[in-house]
Nanobody, 126 residues
Framework: QVQLVESGGGLVQPGGSLKLSCRAS????????VAWFRQAPGKEREGVSCITRDGRTNVLDSVEGRFTITRDDAKNTVYLEMNDLRLEDTATYYC????????????????????WGQGTQVTVSS
């Protein structure tokens, strides 16, 4: 079965850290750009960060300097390391994969991405 599986979410206090994982099952991530999106209750899905096949990244302004996306193709996994978490980072985080080769990746829209997983919940609360 071709899918992405997200993990690593949890409950953390403001200022804390989490590292999310997005593991591909049934296909190789080598040929895909991968993006993280998030959705908070009552809000639209929002692009957080993405990484191309060769490691070029794009990041949402509000998380720049706090969140870092990386990939380990040997483990078929993309990571999102989140530091200095804030209340407004609370959301369900999803990853998607784009198999069309591009110079850069986008977080402006999720329509280019497929194989979405079930998401992992991140709750920032004191």
């Amino acid at each position: 079965q071709v899918q992405l599986v997200e993990s690593g979410g949890g409950l953390v206090q403001p200022g804390g850290s989490l590292k999310l994982s997005c593991r591909a099952s049934g296909f190789s991530l080598d040929y895909y750009a991968v993006a993280w999106f998030r959705q908070a209750p009552g809000k639209e899905r929002e692009g957080v960060s993405c990484i191309t096949r060769d490691g070029r990244t794009n990041v949402l302004d509000s998380v720049e300097g706090r969140f870092t996306i990386t990939r380990d193709d040997a483990k078929n996994t993309v990571y999102l390391e989140m530091n200095d978490l804030r209340l407004e980072d609370t959301a369900t985080y999803y990853c998607g994969a784009d198999g069309v080769e591009k110079v850069s990746c986008t977080i402006a829209t999720d329509v280019l991405y497929d194989h979405w997983g079930q998401g992992t919940q991140v709750t920032v609360s004191s």
